[in-house]
């Protein structure tokens, strides 16, 4: 899939900017705060709904503006489609081909991404939530069922957890039902499970030959840690665990009104040769690790789709030296769509200059570079 085009309406600081991408690489060029993340953001927000900066979605409406919209033309093997996110300060609404979707599920894993954004540090140094919320993203644009199943379980750990409140004041709950909830949560569970185990043993046969060639030496794995215990998907080892686990810690989980066991506290843990990236890793280090499990995440998607998602890349090459950039450059393929930003074009290797469609950008505005060599030579004064 190819984003053909792009369309900003009072997103962040473009009033209205429209954007031709090549099928191939592409890349943003111009100063700090001229708008090249705000662009990425768009597509972001074009693919998840969502942005994955913090704060509201309401910021995202220009300061002078009540609403906006994003509007992505992309290409298929044999058709096109048209997506549209259009918000104002209290509604969403997504639409494809002029029609509405009302559930983000069915939205999501239409037109997809992937992103290496300035946040994704977030990745190794955030909290756990981060990195549940990177698996989803992953996961539900592979297979659209799947955020059905984490938004089936968030309800049901909702009202298991009120339930639980009301176990610990009212003697006369009926634990039955306590029962009765429990299992919906354990089938989903297996569900939701077997795709996060299938996902990263995907990314763990990969990540770590992906990081020996970025890096040079190390190696790069991912421990999921789960509170289960468990280091691959076995369905009555998982039922067994929950069910044991729920029963035990009953009166702790009635006293504090909370599930303390369960898929809602999974974690990653990145690994360079065995250590903790959090702690061990460098500045430098753990952008190239981000950098390599988003290769992993690409490679995964294409060999499970059969294509590449569209991949996203701002300001990829800061603070990592030329032989890395160079490691990095050898994974973009012919039959990728690439969209790269920077603030400056001598950042970026010749040959990939020389093979993208290049744009400037200035105060939310954005006009297409004539020839590379004129666009290197202004970007050098
Ligand atoms: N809701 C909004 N309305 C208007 N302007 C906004 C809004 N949100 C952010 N901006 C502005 O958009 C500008 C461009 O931000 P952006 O992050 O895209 O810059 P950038 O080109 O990526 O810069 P850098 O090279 O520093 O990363 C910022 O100056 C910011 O103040
Ligand atoms: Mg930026």
């Known amino acids: 899939m190819r984003l053909k085009s792009l369309k900003l309406i009072n997103f962040r600081n473009y009033e209205e900017a429209t954007i031709e991408f090549s099928p191939g690489i592409n890349i943003l060029v111009g100063n700090n705060g001229a708008g090249k993340t705000n662009i990425l953001e768009g597509i972001y927000v074009l693919s998840l709904t969502k942005s994955n900066r913090y704060g509201k979605d309401e910021d995202l409406i220009n300061i002078n503006a009540n609403n906006l919209s994003i509007t992505g033309e992309v290409v298929y093997d044999d058709y096109i489609k048209e997506y549209q996110v259009l918000m104002d300060k209290f509604t969403k609404r997504v639409y494809i081909n002029h029609f509405q979707v009302k559930k983000i599920a069915n939205y999501i894993s239409n037109f997809c991404i992937t992103s290496f954004l300035p946040n994704d540090i977030e990745i190794i140094k955030g909290s756990p939530s981060i990195r549940r919320n990177l698996l989803n993203i992953q996961i539900g644009q592979l297979y659209n069922h799947y955020l059905k199943y984490v938004n089936e379980y968030n309800s049901l750990l909702k009202i298991r957890n009120e339930y639980l409140k009301r176990l610990y004041i009212n003697s006369f709950a009926d634990f039955k039902y306590l029962e009765v909830i429990n299992q919906k949560m354990l089938d989903v569970s297996l569900k939701i499970y077997y ?42 080892q998982i039922k067994e665990t929950l069910i044991s686990k729920w ?34 890793a460098s500045q430098g280090q753990q952008r190239l690790i981000v950098i390599a499990y988003k290769i992993a995440e690409l490679l995964v998607f294409k060999k499970i789709k059969g294509e590449y998602p569209v991949l996203l890349l701002d300001d990829v090459f800061s603070e990592i030296d030329i032989k890395r950039r160079n490691n990095i450059i050898k994974y973009l393929k012919q039959d990728m769509q690439v969209i790269i930003t920077t603030t400056d074009l001598l950042d970026i290797n010749d040959d990939l200059v020389n093979s993208a469609k290049v744009f400037s950008i200035k105060n939310g505005k954005i006009t297409k570079k004539g020839g590379v060599k004129n666009a290197r030579r202004k970007n050098k004064n």
Do not use: C, W
């Open 195 to 236: 795709f996060r185990f299938f996902y990263l043993e995907n990314i763990n046969n990969i990540l770590p030959g992906i990081y020996r060639k970025l890096s040079g030496k190390s190696s790069l794995k991912i421990e999921y840690f789960n509170n289960i215990g468990l280091s691959f998907y076995d369905e009555e």
């Open 247 to 280: 029963k035990k810690n009953l009166n702790k989980e009635m006293q504090q009104g909370m599930t303390l066991t369960g898929l809602h506290r999974d974690d990653l843990i990145f690994l360079v040769d065995g250590k903790d990236a959090r702690t061990f």
